[in-house]
Nanobody, 125 residues
Framework: QVQLVESGGGSVQAGGSLRLSCAASEYTGSRKTMAWFRQAPGKEREGVAAIDGLGRTWYADSVKGRFTISKDHFNNTLHLQMNSLKPEDTAMYYC???????????????????WGQGTQVTVSS
């Protein structure tokens, strides 16, 4: 069973940057699809970015051009580089993983069986 631990969250002003990391207990390379989700108070958990075992990536429209997802296979770590942050990006961010080369809908919560505990991101205006 994969264990995931997020880090890198914090408070930043609008326009700033943060880099989230997700340390996985297993190899994050091929045969694994991984993703970042976020959940703001009173809202549903939504997919932000995903990367599959072939290296293909998906982004929510709200973060395209600002966020970049990547895998560091050597360190079994997933990253999310977040630039030009906006107050509406404020949420708890969760790392997710699935033992499949690819999934049907990479930004859909139900595709993933493994979840981290989350890291808080707060963006002030």
């Amino acid at each position: 069973q994969v264990q995931l631990v997020e880090s890198g969250g914090g408070s930043v002003q609008a326009g700033g940057s943060l880099r989230l990391s997700c340390a996985a207990s297993e190899y994050t390379g091929s045969r694994k699809t991984m993703a970042w989700f976020r959940q703001a108070p009173g809202k549903e958990r939504e997919g932000v970015a995903a990367i599959d075992g072939l290296g293909r990536t998906w982004y929510a429209d709200s973060v395209k051009g600002r966020f970049t997802i990547s895998k560091d296979h050597f360190n079994n770590t997933l990253h999310l580089q977040m630039n030009s942050l906006k107050p509406e990006d404020t949420a708890m961010y969760y790392c997710a993983a699935e033992d499949r080369l690819w999934v049907g809908s990479a930004l859909t919560r139900n595709e993933y069986n493994y979840w981290g505990q989350g890291t808080q991101v707060t963006v002030s205006s």
